[in-house]
């Protein structure tokens, strides 16, 4: 099975840094696309960044120059590093691996338990 745990979230004053990290664990060989979204209370959980296994990402427009998504596939890491942080990124981040491999096995659509960002105006 895969496992996706993060950490780094917390309470931030507007304008401020956090970096979110995401282990995978679970012998995995591979993961395609790495990626994190996030979710407020009574909306549909969005994408925010994501990250395939080559290096390129992709970005919601709404963090376009603030927020920086990087991986090391040696150590099935993600990570997000988000800059100049606004009150309406408060959310739950979410880490996901649309596609790992563990052994012979794929396991698709795979998430973390997500982790709680707040930031105060």
């Known amino acids: 099975q895969v496992q996706l745990v993060e950490s780094g979230g917390g309470l931030v004053q507007a304008g401020g840094s956090l970096r979110l990290s995401c282990a995978a664990s679970?012998?995995?060989?591979?993961?395609?696309?790495g990626g994190w979204y996030r979710q407020t209370p009574g909306k549909q959980r969005e994408l925010v960044a994501q990250?395939?296994?080559?290096?390129?990402?992709n970005y919601a427009d709404f963090v376009k120059g603030r927020f920086t998504i990087s991986r090391d596939n040696a150590k099935n890491t993600v990570s997000l590093q988000m800059n100049s942080l606004k009150p309406e990124d408060t959310a739950v981040y979410y880490c996901n691996a649309n596609e790992a491999k563990v052994g012979s096995r794929w396991y698709y659509n795979n998430w973390g338990q997500g982790t709680q960002v707040t930031v105060s105006s």
């Open positions: 679970g012998n995995i060989l591979v993961i395609n696309v």
């Open positions: 990250i395939t296994s080559s290096g390129t990402t």
